[in-house]
């Protein structure tokens, strides 16, 4: 682990804990510590990947991808995208027609939020599929 890695972890910890006292402060109630800690917390995540694209990312050394849209996992990645939009078309037709039919009422929300949901997931056992097949 180099410096530039470090340097990313720093900075990740510094972003969440700048976002963290700021939630802290613009809260109304006395439970600033609470607050602060949990926007902390749910913020690390992407802080660190910001620290990771600002310091690591492109800066791997000789071996790095030259053209990172001709690796594998990338491939893989369009391959999955793929498979899940017509996957996503399919259900929702399927629902539409469903909601259609039957006169039924939902919410957008609902509906939204279970596409979404359905994608990410089907995405995510595309991906975990085509590894393990072509790994």
Partial sequence: MGLRHAAAGVTGLLVAAGLGLLAGLLGADDQFWLRAGVFAACTLGPACGL????FVA???GPDAVAHPEETVEHLWWQRSAAGSFLDLMVVGG???????VTDLRVDAATVLTGLVVLGLGDVAVRMAVLGRREA
């Fill in 51 to 54: 620290g990771w694209l600002l």
């Fill in 94 to 100: 399927l629902v539409l027609t469903a909601l259609s």
């Fill in 58 to 60: 492109g800066r791997t």
